[in-house]
């Protein structure tokens, strides 16, 4: 049973249109992760969720934004997609306050961003 | 600032080959350590996860060790299967987040 969900698996979007990617979770888990990984490249933290408190990396750009409605859901925004966008974008999951060191994060399978 | 580093970047070895991959990192002060693979175009699969107090773990073929004060863990791969193509990426536990090595690709063949 499929725990964390991505949609859409790919994307294409032309270089400047805004584009929502989703992430839902069947887990409910308290934290979600949005990761960017670009091909041959470790994956990058862009922001987490502990619940409702939004946590921002300090070198993720200001096109990039996150929603979270409610527990199951969350959302990358790119607000101006450009060709250096182009990526893996993952969304994770974990039980535990990040710094609780049991906990393992749940990786869904993604969603591959095309900008044109 | 925690460092992770895999190397080699890609192996390929004969199917039934026992093999190990490698991961350093350079501030021991970690929570856990944890090996991921990740099949070309998929997400994350966690394979083993090691607590800081633990030495190693066990999962079926896959045996992974940490030793912190030498900032080194290693991942043990017995009797390799063309399955076990994949990347492999190990990650450290610092704090809130994961720091991630690049990984290393895999080819068996048969």
């Known amino acids: 049973d499929a725990m964390v969900i991505q949609n859409p698996r790919y994307q294409v979007t032309q270089f400047g249109k805004p584009v929502t990617l989703s992430c839902s979770q069947t887990?409910?888990?308290?934290?979600m992760y949005w990761y960017q990984q670009k091909s041959s490249q470790a994956p990058k933290l862009l922001f987490h969720y502990y619940d409702k408190d939004f946590n921002n990396e300090a070198d993720t750009p200001d096109n990039f934004q996150s929603r979270r409605p409610n527990t199951s859901f969350c959302f990358l925004d790119i607000r101006s997609p450009g060709l250096g966008d182009a990526a893996m974008y993952l969304c994770?999951?974990?039980?535990?306050?990040?710094?609780?060191?049991?906990?393992?994060?749940?990786f869904g399978p993604g969603t591959r961003l095309t900008v044109l | 600032k925690q460092e992770v580093t895999q190397i080699p970047a890609a192996l390929s070895v004969p199917e039934g080959e026992n093999l190990v991959l490698n991961c350093s990192f350079t501030d021991s002060a970690i929570y856990n350590l944890q090996w991921f693979r990740q099949d070309p175009g998929k997400g994350l699969t966690s394979l083993l996860l090691i607590q800081s107090s633990q030495r190693e773990q066990t999962s079926g073929r896959l045996n992974a060790s940490l030793d912190k004060s030498s900032g080194r863990s290693t991942l043990y791969i017995a009797a390799s299967q063309p399955g076990d193509s994949a990347t492999y990426l190990c990650?450290?536990?610092?704090?809130?987040?994961?720091?991630w090595g690049a990984g290393t690709k895999l080819i068996i063949k048969p």
């Open positions: 887990l409910n888990h308290n934290v």
């Open positions: 994770a999951t974990s039980r535990t306050f990040p710094g609780q060191g049991t906990d393992t994060q749940y």
């Open positions: 990650a450290v536990k610092n704090n809130y987040q994961l720091i």
